[in-house]
Antibody, heavy 116, light 107 residues
Framework: EVQLVESGGVLVQPGRSMKLSCAAS????????MAWVRQAPTKGLEWVAT????????YYRDSVKGRFTISRDNAKSTLYLQMDSLRSEDTATYYC?????????WGQGTLVTVSS | DIQMTQSPSSMSASLGDTVTINCLAS??????LSWYQQKPGKSPKLMIY???NLEDGVPSRFSGSRSGSDYSLTINSLGYDDEGIYHC?????????FGSGTKLEIK
């Protein structure tokens, strides 16, 4: 059974940093591109970033480019999202997904709240 | 960026009804369109990919179609379990974008 389990979401002050993790199991993690998708409270879904199977290619939405870094450790079957210079508008539930173009598998999400 | 204009934003229908949700792409996205169902407090669930392909395990009451840049999700024989928010998503080019969602209530 495919499982994606996010962790690391907390309350953080604007301008600070945090790192999310997503532990994968039940599939060959290194064979799948992965993505982070977020959802602000009561809002729609928003793609954040995608990483290729090797980690050699990454893609970001403009609003997080230069502040967020997506990475992966295939040996640990874990996806990461380093988030720096956080803003209030980054407040959201962050989901990790397998990226096959469409997203067949999702984690349960982890809530990041950016507030002073 | 490709805009996905989703309609309606909310709708209410009765058990057994057939409903259609639409997404209009601002430019050509081919068949790189997926649909997700999301229930309160839960992660989205993939329903349709490639505009018309039913994801494994999704009831055949769900179907996807395309007419030019107009994409539709149709649900036949509505049941209570179909209540939720439906999102369309284009994965033709970056930045990947979603529609604003359609909240479906079953009367």
């Amino acid at each position: 059974e495919v499982q994606l389990v996010e962790s690391g979401g907390v309350l953080v002050q604007p301008g600070r940093s945090m790192k999310l993790s997503c532990a994968a199991s039940g599939f060959t993690f290194s064979s799948f591109p992965m993505a982070w998708v977020r959802q602000a409270p009561t809002k729609g879904l928003e793609w954040v970033a995608t990483i290729s199977t090797s980690g050699g290619s990454t893609y970001y939405r403009d609003s997080v480019k230069g502040r967020f870094t997506i990475s992966r450790d295939n040996a640990k079957s874990t996806l990461y999202l380093q988030m720096d210079s956080l803003r209030s508008e980054d407040t959201a539930t962050y989901y990790c997904t397998t990226d096959l173009g469409a997203y067949p598998y999702w984690g349960q999400g982890t809530l990041v709240t950016v507030s002073s | 960026d490709i805009q996905m204009t989703q309609s309606p934003s909310s709708m209410s229908a009765s058990l057994g009804d057939t409903v259609t949700i639409n997404c209009l792409a601002s430019q050509d996205i081919g068949n790189y369109l997926s649909w997700y169902q999301q229930k309160p407090g839960k992660s989205p669930k993939l329903m349709i990919y490639g505009a018309t392909n039913l994801e494994d395990g999704v009831p055949s009451r769900f179907s996807g179609s395309r007419s030019g840049s107009d994409y539709s999700l149709t649900i036949n024989s509505l049941g209570y379990d179909d209540e939720g928010i439906y999102h369309c998503h284009q994965y033709y080019e970056y930045p990947l974008t979603f529609g604003s969602g359609t909240k479906l209530e079953i009367k």
